[in-house]
């Protein structure tokens, strides 16, 4: 194996590695049995505002069903409201609720310090030069 491949794999191992040590400590500091998925739509739509039911799932990278199935999860919780869209009847528009928007701040409230603690160990400065490298890898990963 060439140093390049060894790069490689040693990137992806310990992206890998860290997403799912960063979903167990984020799953165990939401509250009310929230799961990630969930705060990340509310997060999404308490930014920008009413979206497609397809949009969320573009932009999410999963399918319209596993899109759907949360959304139905967020609209049994309260979170969410969707509704027909009045210009086109065949397409549905999601928005955040008031006690989704609580919910979501909630949610931000108890994932800050967790985060804040784990880029204060790291150096904000070490945090601040990768970024661009993460961002970079992802663009590239979003072509595919």
């Given at each position: 194996?060439?140093?390049?491949?060894?790069?490689?794999?040693?990137?992806?191992?310990?992206?890998?590695?860290?997403?799912?040590?960063?979903?167990?400590?984020?799953?165990?500091?939401?509250?009310?049995?929230?799961?990630?998925?969930?705060?990340?739509?509310?997060?999404q739509l308490a930014r920008g505002?009413?979206?497609?039911?397809?949009?969320?799932?573009?932009?999410?990278?999963?399918?319209r069903g596993a899109m759907t199935?949360?959304?139905?999860?967020?609209?049994?919780?309260?979170?969410?409201?969707?509704?027909?869209?009045?210009?086109?009847?065949?397409?549905?528009?999601?928005?955040?609720?008031?006690?989704?928007?609580?919910?979501?701040?909630?949610?931000?409230?108890?994932?800050?310090?967790?985060?804040?603690?784990?880029?204060?160990?790291?150096?904000?400065?070490?945090?601040?030069?990768?970024?661009?490298?993460?961002?970079?890898?992802?663009?590239?990963?979003?072509?595919?």
């Amino acid at each position: 194996m060439n140093d390049a491949s060894s790069v490689a794999i040693s990137l992806f191992s310990e992206l890998l590695t860290a997403d799912q040590l960063l979903r167990a400590r984020l799953t165990k500091v939401l509250p009310n049995k929230m799961e990630i998925s969930h705060f990340s739509v509310l997060n999404q739509l308490a930014r920008g505002g009413e979206r497609t039911p397809a949009q969320l799932a573009r932009s999410f990278h999963v399918t319209r069903g596993a899109m759907t199935n949360t959304l139905g999860k967020l609209e049994l919780a309260g979170f969410v409201h969707i509704r027909p869209d009045w210009d086109d009847a065949r397409r549905k528009l999601v928005s955040i609720s008031g006690s989704g928007q609580a919910a979501r701040d909630a949610a931000l409230a108890a994932i800050t310090p967790l985060i804040s603690e784990m880029v204060g160990d790291l150096g904000e400065a070490k945090v601040r030069a990768v970024l661009p490298v993460l961002r970079e890898l992802r663009v590239k990963l979003e072509e595919e």
